[in-house]
């Protein structure tokens, strides 16, 4: 029988769009499934703040009944408007290996994109920067992190069978953690610290860290304004992310810098314990014992891998040295709570900046991620 491509508007059908996947993936060893509930929040018009500037249509291929594929056409307006383009953005994007179905998947997103303006379509992208970004490329051997996804090696070959180019590549690193901070690190960040006036701040708790969040996600902001994509954080969004990250965080592991006389916030580090064993062994339930592993890998002391979340310093700050003082504290702290490696979440194999942060740190570039792009 042939494909048919419904709509997935309602809670029932969201919700087998968000379950597609975990089942696809199920003899997987490497693919980490997503909470349902988070991600059916993510999709959710009402909760996700991201929808005061997106639209989206969902769209699920079924051939006898069955689901065989999944994608979401996504619109971002204020992208669009930084970027100059009249942008459909695809992603959420799972399938068979089948022509038919892919086909069919990506005719249905770009007709609807077509119909709204739009005159490329690029990705797979989520609604914003903080969202899963890339489709894999390199590294099918190794467990993706939670915040990045897996896909199998026939999605690259369906996705250029239609046309699609390469538009920017992502890398990500595997890194062991030192016993110790290298010496030049060490004098760096002593050399840094004082000749610009600047100090490192540790919490242990929400209320500790609370005045610099706005600053922090203003920096964000400036940080990442160059980024592929990058549109601003708005507050609604900030607020947003804060409540679905926090409590995820280890104060260990979170660095903020910040100007002495003025405490004006200058650079930030913040990881996060690996859930990815947590995941795949809770297969997206946070119930009834999903929670369980979760916590285990949140604060349980076996966990050996943290994940390098958001790292970003102040433009005007760029290129002097003011990572040393985040990896001076981070390393030890790490290394203390009994992380032995760190893997970081994906980098633009054009941000030179970033990529010579790993320099003398036996970085192993382990994963690879791309995101496409085509006229309509």
Same mark, same amino acid.
């Given at each position: 029988m042939s494909v048919k491509i419904v709509e997935a508007n309602d809670k029932a059908s969201k919700k087998k769009f968000v379950k597609f996947p975990i089942n696809l993936y199920k003899d997987s060893p490497y693919y980490v499934p997503p909470l349902v509930l988070d991600e059916l929040g993510t999709l959710d018009e009402k909760k996700n703040p991201a929808f005061d500037f997106c639209e989206q249509q969902l769209f699920l291929a079924y051939r006898d009944g069955k689901i065989v594929g999944r994608i979401a056409a996504i619109i971002n307006r204020t992208a669009n408007e930084v970027w100059g383009k009249d942008a459909l953005r695809f992603g959420f994007v799972d399938f068979v290996d089948d022509n038919e179905v892919v086909d069919a998947l990506f005719a249905a997103a770009e007709d609807w994109g077509r119909k709204k303006g739009m005159k490329q379509i690029q990705g797979p992208m989520g609604y914003t920067d903080l969202d899963h970004e890339g489709l894999l490329i390199h590294g099918y051997d190794r467990v993706s992190t939670m915040a990045t996804t897996y896909s199998y090696p026939y999605y690259k @070959?369906?996705?250029?069978?239609?046309?699609?180019?390469? &538009?920017? &590549?992502?890398?990500?690193?595997?890194?062991? !953690?030192?016993?110790? !901070?290298? @010496?030049?690190?060490?004098?760096?960040?002593?050399? !840094?610290? @004082?000749?610009?006036? #600047?100090? #490192?701040?540790?919490?242990?708790?929400?209320?500790q860290v609370t005045p610099y969040i706005d600053k922090l996600f203003n920096l964000l902001n400036r940080a990442y304004a160059p980024l592929y994509g990058f549109a601003p954080l708005t507050k609604r969004q900030i607020d947003y992310y804060v409540k679905m990250y926090v409590p995820m965080l280890r104060w260990d592991v979170v660095s903020i810098v910040v100007k002495e006389e003025t405490d004006e916030v200058v650079g930030f580090g913040i990881a996060v314990p690996s859930l990815s064993a947590a995941l795949i062994k809770s297969r997206g339930k946070l119930f009834p014992f999903g929670w369980i592993s979760l916590l285990k890998g949140l604060k349980g002391k076996s966990n050996p891998v943290v994940d390098l979340m958001l790292m970003g310093i102040a433009p005007e700050y760029q290129g002097k040295g003011v990572n040393a003082i985040i990896f001076n504290d981070f390393i030890p702290s790490a290394y203390n709570s009994g992380f032995r490696f760190a893997e970081t979440n994906p980098e633009l194999e054009v941000n030179t900046k970033i990529a010579a942060l790993w320099d003398g740190f036996d970085a192993e570039h382990h994963k690879t991620r791309r995101a496409y792009v085509k006229n309509i």
């Open positions: @070959e369906q996705i250029e069978r239609l046309g699609f180019e390469k &538009d920017v &590549d992502w890398h990500e690193f595997y890194i062991p !953690v030192p016993s110790s !901070v290298p @010496e030049r690190h060490q004098r760096i960040a002593k050399i !840094v610290a @004082e000749k610009y006036g #600047l100090k #490192l701040l540790k919490f242990q708790n929400l209320k």
